[in-house]
């Protein structure tokens, strides 16, 4: 991938954060046909078996500060969003009414909740959480023009519940799979081009403690595809460091990096110390932005994120 140009040596603080982070399933292969090249897949289980130990203790990623030291910051990936389109009307479901479509409908406005978050999420904002939910729309006719042009909603789940409230990552794919058990039992090639899902990773503490590095309290928005068309790209072996996958456990592997990205209380430069940093924050913030509304997704953590930022 081009953000991955450094060596491992060389890397900045951004290139190691997302390389740790992305994860790597386990890849198979589909039987070959005639005239047809071989196609690897994932299945959906075993890309969140990568999240199980991050979700439990934290992602740690190596941190150089402006000062010479280096910390350890740790953050806790949360399920975003997800979208799972497939060529099938509901393949998983018993018929089409059955389409699960789940939404925190929390509205999250009372005047104690906002003081929360005050403290813990956004501090340097003037727009609270439910300002941002009660800017959603939903558009009926773009729904239509999806399914025509790209299949069918299988599956959506979009986070609207405050960052305090949250589980794990792990802990709520557990909780949506009790409604919609194909997300255990998917492969990447059974969803068209515009699955995708979204992971928020809020900042938990850093080793050792130092005070006033506000880009210690940065938290980041990544997008991955699920779908086999644009995974093309499988790695033999242990090629790249990662925290998101057992290194031993397998030798084929399908990375997922993110094609998308946001960022919020990004205050100083410890993300984007060179000037290609800060290109590759511009090109993954806007391919983010270009993917949401080619799909016609209101966001509620892109634009919290987006709109704190300004």
């Known amino acids: 991938m081009w953000w991955w140009c450094s060596s491992a040596k060389g890397r900045s603080n951004l290139e190691r954060f997302l390389l740790g982070f992305t994860p790597k ?12 090249n071989e196609i690897e897949y994932f299945r959906l289980g075993d ?26 910051q740790y953050f806790v990936p949360y399920l975003s969003a997800i979208q799972i389109h497939t060529n099938k009307p509901a393949v998983m ?18 005047s104690e909740s906002e003081k929360l978050l005050s403290r813990s999420v956004s501090n340097d904002s003037n727009r609270t959480w439910d300002d941002f939910s009660e ?29 305090y409230k949250r589980v794990p990552l ?10 919609y058990p194909a997300l255990m039992t998917l492969r990447s090639v059974d969803m068209s081009p515009t699955s995708w899902m979204a ?12 005070k006033n590095e506000k880009d210690l309290k940065t938290g980041f928005l990544t997008y991955h595809t699920l779908s086999s068309s644009f995974q093309d790209n499988v ?5 790249e460091e990662t925290k998101c996958c057992e290194e031993s456990v397998m030798n084929k592997r399908i990375p997922l990096p993110p094609f998308g990205l946001a960022t919020y209380k990004m205050q100083g ?14 090109y993954l913030q806007s391919a983010a932005d270009s993917w949401l509304k080619q799909l016609n997704v209101d966001h509620h953590d892109f634009n919290f994120f987006i709109n704190s930022s300004l």
């Open 135 to 163: 800017d959603s729309v939903y558009d009926p006719d773009g729904m239509l023009w999806l399914r025509d042009r790209l299949g069918y909603i299988d599956f959506k789940y979009i986070e609207r519940d405050a960052p």
């Open 25 to 36: 399933p386990p890849s198979f292969s589909l039987p070959l046909q005639q005239g047809k």
């Open 47 to 72: 890309l969140w078996d990568c999240y199980d130990e991050l979700s439990a203790y934290g992602f740690g990623s190596h941190v150089d500060l402006n000062n010479g030291e280096t910390v350890m």
């Open 199 to 210: 992971v928020a990773w809020y900042p938990i503490y850093h080793i050792p403690t130092c």
């Open 93 to 110: 479901s018993r018929n089409q009414n059955e389409v699960v479509e789940s939404e925190s409908s929390e509205c999250w406005s009372d």
């Open 269 to 282: 430069d410890i993300w984007g110390k060179t000037g290609f940093d800060q290109d590759r924050l511009v």
């Open 235 to 239: 790695v033999i072996g242990n090629q």
């Open 170 to 179: 792990t802990v709520k794919i557990n909780e949506l799979a009790e409604k």
